[in-house]
């Protein structure tokens, strides 16, 4: 039955649709209120997307490294960092294992102080790469044998402030995915509640209408193909300022960090294409459940 | 076709129509007459399910309206045509939407029955009137769209509630007429009315019954009319 209306829906029937007198400013309302909602889930879901993105990248690029540092009088840099590459290579759940080399550190260093520092000169701590193999390793265990081995030696796993990051993001996906749900909800609120608006001030049509052997399908399909229509269209203008605004965002840059990165990316631009299908589902199914009750009460 | 036993009716006060009991015949043609506030109107909503008897029972077409969920009573509708006393058009549609609303309804196309619908309106001597909408129209102009309407279905049954109650003469005669040719073709006619000259103009053409409300009650009228 639903799929017979959904195509009475698609393939179009003016005259069902006539039977019900212009609902001018209540369906204005619906068209008005489908596309705010329309154009809050766009970035809600870009909301979503983004820090998805943030938290997927985040514990991946940061969960497989950890630094070691090492700050020693001039003299024993190079023990301690020998015997902390030892103890580094002897860790179960530690791969592989680099000392950065002076070009490198420089080459970090630089952005802050300048291609032309002089590392040798300077006490700059040595910096060690440490890459986790698949089960990881005791961060504590390690940190103890690297104190009792190289005393000057610092393990950075960056769990530290990483992990309250990816937390954060994790939550903030969370929050955008039950902002569109909330926005779909009072979505369907709103169209239930203008549906019972019109088809209260259509009590004459619809007693005109079960006169001449009217079902309450069809007096329903009528105000649903309205209220439907409406909210597609309503959605759609929404959702397309929407993404014009995300689109309007300035640029992602490299340097750039969470704020800049609240857009789409490449398919995803698919995604809110999908709210103005939504909205419309969700206006037919309120409508017409809201209608069907109230032909039932009717009697 | 259409059975009332026993039933009794009121509309929250006291009783309106008590213990009526009527039976319309299939081809059969009767006439209802009482003062007005007398319960014509609604003796007609009872038949057609609109109201519910509170007590007693209604059937439509060999089935009692008790069992009758509103798909069935819908169903039944589109087997008796209804001239409602205050016509129940939908205003915003043009009369020609209007009389083709049945059809809609029942899901058939009215596009193909143009042909039907313009010998239709013609018939009632509205073709001119086809695109005016229903507030635009006279009170007879309406009455006579409403019969139209009433009999586009080609109903088995038609139930008309003061027919000719703002219509002149010869165009009361008209309808009659009209109603009379449907009752030859087998249909089976209810007319509520004051009017007792109409009646009198049938009784010549056709063997009608005439029943009248009187204290409640439904009861055949002599030849005292
Ligand atoms: N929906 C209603 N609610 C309450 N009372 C009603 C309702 N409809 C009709 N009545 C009352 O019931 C009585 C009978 O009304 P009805 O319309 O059946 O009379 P009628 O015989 O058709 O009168 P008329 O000849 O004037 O058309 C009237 O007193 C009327 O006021
Ligand atoms: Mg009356």
Redesign the pocket.
């Known amino acids: 039955m639903v799929l017979i209306t959904l195509r009475a829906l698609i393939a179009g029937d003016p005259q069902a649709d006539r039977v019900v007198p212009p609902t001018g400013f209540t369906v204005r309302l619906t068209m008005f209120t489908a596309g705010a909602m329309a154009f809050l889930a766009v970035f809600a879901l870009a909301l979503s997307l983004a820090t998805g993105r943030l938290a997927d990248r985040w514990s991946e690029a940061l969960a497989r490294t950890a630094t070691v540092r090492i700050s020693a009088p001039e003299g024993q840099m190079q023990t301690q960092t020998e015997a902390a590459l030892q103890v580094l290579r002897t860790t179960p759940g530690i791969g592989e294992v680099r000392a950065l080399s002076d070009a490198e550190q420089r080459a970090l260093l630089a952005p802050w102080f300048g291609p032309d520092l002089p590392v040798d000169t300077l006490p700059v701590p040595q910096l060690i790469e440490v890459a986790e193999t698949g089960d990881g390793y005791d961060a504590e265990g390690l940190r103890l044998r690297l104190s009792a081995e190289a005393p000057g030696a610092v393990l950075d796993d960056h769990t530290r402030w990483r992990r309250p990051l990816v937390q954060a993001a994790d939550r903030l996906r969370m929050l955008g995915l039950v902002s569109i749900g909330l926005i779909g909800l009072t979505t369907a609120a709103m169209i239930t509640l203008s549906a019972n608006a019109a088809l209260a001030a259509n009590a004459g049509v619809v007693r005109v209408l079960r006169l001449v052997g009217a079902r309450d399908v069809y007096i329903a399909r009528a105000f649903v193909r309205r209220f439907t229509g409406r909210t597609l269209q309503g959605a759609a203008a929404g959702t397309a300022l929407g993404m014009l605004a995300i689109a309007l965002l300035p640029g992602v840059s490299t340097a750039g960090g969470f704020l800049t990165g609240l857009g789409f990316h490449g398919w995803h631009w698919l995604w809110p294409l999908i709210i103005p299908i939504v909205a419309a589902g969700v206006a037919f199914w309120a409508t017409r459940m809201a209608a069907l009750r109230m032909l039932r009460e009717i009697t | 076709m259409i059975e009332l036993q026993n039933v009794t009716h009121s509309?929250?006060?006291g009783e309106?129509l008590s213990d009526i009991t009527l039976r319309l015949q299939p081809g059969s043609f009767h006439f209802l007459t009482?003062?007005?506030?007398?319960?014509?109107?609604?003796?007609?909503?009872l038949c057609y399910g609109e109201?519910r008897p509170a007590a007693g029972n209604v059937q439509l077409f060999g089935r009692d309206l008790g069992d009758m969920d509103r798909d069935a009573i819908a169903h039944a509708r589109r087997r008796i045509g209804v001239v409602h006393?205050d016509c129940q058009f939908l205003d915003h549609l043009p009369l020609r939407d209007n009389l083709a609303l049945p059809l809609a309804v029942s899901d058939r196309d009215p596009a193909a029955e143009q042909g039907n619908l313009d010998e239709l309106l013609s018939w009632v001597g509205l073709s001119a009137r086809a695109g005016a909408r229903p507030p635009e129209l006279s009170g007879g102009e309406r009455q006579r769209a409403a019969l139209a309407r009433a009999v586009i279905m080609a109903p088995d049954v038609v139930l008309a509630?003061?027919p000719t109650?703002n219509v002149d003469w010869d165009m009361s005669q008209r309808l009659l007429t009209l109603l009379v040719e449907l009752n030859r073709m087998g249909k089976t006619i209810l007319i509520?009315t004051?009017d007792l000259a109409l009646i009198r103009a049938a009784k010549s053409q056709v063997a009608a019954r005439v029943l009248r409300?009187k204290d409640r009650q439904l009861q055949l009228a002599g030849a005292d009319l």
């Open positions: 509309y929250g006060g309106l009482g003062p007005s506030g007398a319960g014509k109107s609604t003796l007609l909503k109201l006393q509630d003061e109650g509520a004051h409300i």
